[in-house]
Every structure is written in structure tokens, then in C-alpha cells.
């Protein structure tokens, strides 16, 4: 769920990759970085914490050069802490190079062993490392083939930016796991990881880059090969969470906007699972769009009962005394106006572990309302996912092991319903569902899960059992 972002040839690059990652916050906050190139040599800044936070108008001043990558960070490999914030920069035989990374490679522990075995010694413990140890013994060809012959060996989820001395690289795995989109200013081309940062920047949406395809950006100019990265005949394999909930509901992803996609769950959502109530109250933000289409379709008022704290990180100091739901309530607050004697339909994206959601209920109930129905705008998450999302274990997922009443119990609400894995598809009016990866319901994984030995096995004897 990591953002990236590649410019190249403006004279303002860092500028320009900094108020991207802005806009591309909300798909990490444990660090952030950029990496310029300038006159031969890398420059870059690297730390902790939010995009503001870690850049300042003199850091973005000292990082000169007219190409520039750039990286917010999700952990999903690897731990959060700062040698694991990106970009990545080596040194190598051929060159300098740098790299900034969405995804997850589900074959990077097996690759790790054995480049160590032949003698690569790591700094990180990231994934995105292995590539860069796979470029860097590449020792023949123009830097495009060396790319393509790392990328080759690698399976998994990757969308990539490259920055060698004088040229920017853009690659999309075979599947298109995750989004990657091109765009222009001026004389300029911007690759990032969602469109809404193109918008923040006033440059132009040209398209995606296609899964499979490495984008060259070098002396101003724009080449594409594509069909080189062994991903012929292979099905588009598009997270369908990033409709759900990763992607902001202003961008345009896998060629579709995202904004009207969640209303239409909402909407789905309302004819599966109607029931007489006074009031449509989101969990907010991800569950805004899909609340609205379900308050359209039942014609229940729709209502802010819930009002989020968005000035809250990651951590921050409980008190002594004991505070109930004290982690969900420094997020999230009731609107007792709103909710007092009302028959409640609350709408979220996800259930994961369920407690959080047991929490809520319980905050609206103590608000006054009289009942509490909650409709979950995706089907049961029930498998972990290995492409890129840091979801918990199996054993954690409550829909792994538990029945859709069992949670409903679990939650303490009058009734539970889920979008069903048809509904979900509501928008594929030329029958493509299979061009998306939809593992986290259906334990049908798309890729090897090399590293995962287990799951995989466990994933094949479920699909079996439903045969």
C-alpha cells in the first residue's frame, strides 16, 4: 500500500515529488524520502514519520537535480524503521541507481538465501532490496535489459521507479497488482501511484503503465517496452481493495474512478441487505462513498454520526486511568444529536479482526442509539494477503474461523451483513472479473506464494473442499 512517485526533466523535481507524496499520504505514514540525481551524484532525505514532517522548504532546496523518485511507506516487509525507508540508493559497478517500491514479492525470502549464498550482503530488511541485488550482478546490456533480467526472477506485486544518473524507469509487474500512472507537466513526465497526485500538481492523466511494461525516461523523452517482463498470455490480477478502501476516492485507478465504484457498493449493499431503520451513519472516511449510495438506494437520511480526529498518528500517550476503547476513541467520536433513539445502519469498508468494530457499536449504542445494524461493504475477509497489504495473520482474521452470525455476536449488533462476492462485481458490465485479485475473500491466490509454503497449502485444501 506503499506511494511512489518518478519525475523527470523538470527543474523543480523534488518540489514536484514532495506535494505528490502529499497527496499520496494516506498509502503510508511510517516514513518518507526522495532521491534526486544531479550532476552525476545522488542526493537524498530519508526519516520517520509524515510528509511534512520530514521535509522542509531547505531540505527540498538542497535536494537539486531535474529527476527526482520518491516513496511513502506501508511496512508489509520488513520492519518500520528508517534503514528500511525508501527510496533505496546503491552503489554498483554499472552505476548508481536508486528505487522506490509498491508491493510485495512473494518469492523474496527464497531469492534472499540465495544471493547471500553467493555472497550479497544486505543493509535492509526489504524486499525491494532483493531487486536492487539482482540488478546490481547484472553486468551486461543497456540498463533497461539488466532491469528486465532482475525483474524476470522475482514474483509477486511490484510497481517501481527507478533513478539511475541520467534517466527515470517506471516497471508494473505482469498481473498490474498494483496502480501506476503516467502523467505530463509541461516538458515534463510524472509516474505516481494515483492520480490524485497528478491533480495536486496541475499535470495531465496520459494512462497507466500497462502490467508488464518499463517505462525509459531519459533526455527528456518518453520509450516503453512492453511484453518483456514474461507476463505474456498471464490475466490481469488488479487488487480489488484499492476500490475498497487503499485507493482516495478522487483518482482514477485500473482505468476506472474510484468514487463512484464505492457508492455502488453502498448501493449493492442496500439491496442485499435492506432493513427499516432512521439513520445511514458512515465509519469515516472509507466508509463516506459506500454510506451515500446506500442511503440513495434505501432512502434512509443520511447522517455524520461518527466524526473523525484526522490530526491523530500512529502512536500517542494513553493516561494512567483506565479509559474504555481509549485506541478508538481518540480516532473516532459520536454524535449523540445524531444518534439518541435511532435505528442505526452503519456502514464500513472491512472487517478484520473485529474488535474495532465491537467498539464502535458499543460507542454508538452509549451515544443513545436504540439499534445498531452494521453492513460491511466487501464480502468477509478471510485470507491474508501477500501482494502488498499488511493484513494479520489467518488465524487473526475473525472471518477465517467464525460465521457471519458468530460476528454479529462478536460485534454486539442487532444484524451484520456483508456485500456478497457478486455484488462486489457490480461495475464488471463485460464480465472481467477475473482481471482482479480478490485472494483476501476467496483464498484463491493469483501468484506463488513461495515464502508461504503454508498458507499456500491451506488456501489449495479450502478450494478444495468447495469443489
Known sequence: MCGIVGVHNHSEASNIAYLSLYAEQHRGQESAGI???????????RAMGHV??????????ELAGANAIGHVRYSTAGGSRIENAQPFVVNTGTGSMAIAHNGNLTNAVALRGELEKMGSIFQSTMDSEVIMHLIARE?????????VRALRRVQGAYSLVFLADNAMIAARDPSGFRPLALGQLGESYIAVSETCALDLIDATYL??????????????????????????????????FEYIYFARPDSHVFDRDVYPIRKGFGRQLAKEHPVEADVVVPVPDSGVPAAIGYSQE????????????HYVGRTFIEPKSEIRHFGVRIKLNSVKEVLKGKRVVVIDDSIVRGTTSMKI????RRAGASQVHVRISSPPTAWPCFYGIDTPTRKELIAASQSVEEIREFITADSLGYLSHDGLYWFDKKGRREWFCDACFTGKYPVDLVDNPEVQAAARTFLDSQR
Open 298 to 309: 434505501s432512502g434512509i437520511p443520511f447522517e455524520m454520526g461518527l466524526i473523525r480526529n
Open 361 to 364: 457499536v458499543k460507542m454508538i
Open 139 to 147: 553486468r551486461e546490456g543497456s540498463l533497461v535489459e539488466r532491469i
Open 35 to 45: 532521491v534526486t540525481s544531479s550532476r552525476g551524484r545522488f542526493l537524498q532525505h
Open 52 to 61: 511534512a514532517d520530514c521535509f522542509t522548504s531547505e531540505v527540498i532546496a
Open 207 to 240: 494512462r497507466e503503465v500497462e502490467p508488464g511494461e518499463i517505462v525509459l525516461f531519459e533526455n527528456g523523452g518518453m520509450r516503453s517496452h512492453k511484453g518483456i517482463l514474461n507476463g505474456e498470455g498471464r490475466k490481469k490480477q488488479h487488487c480489488i
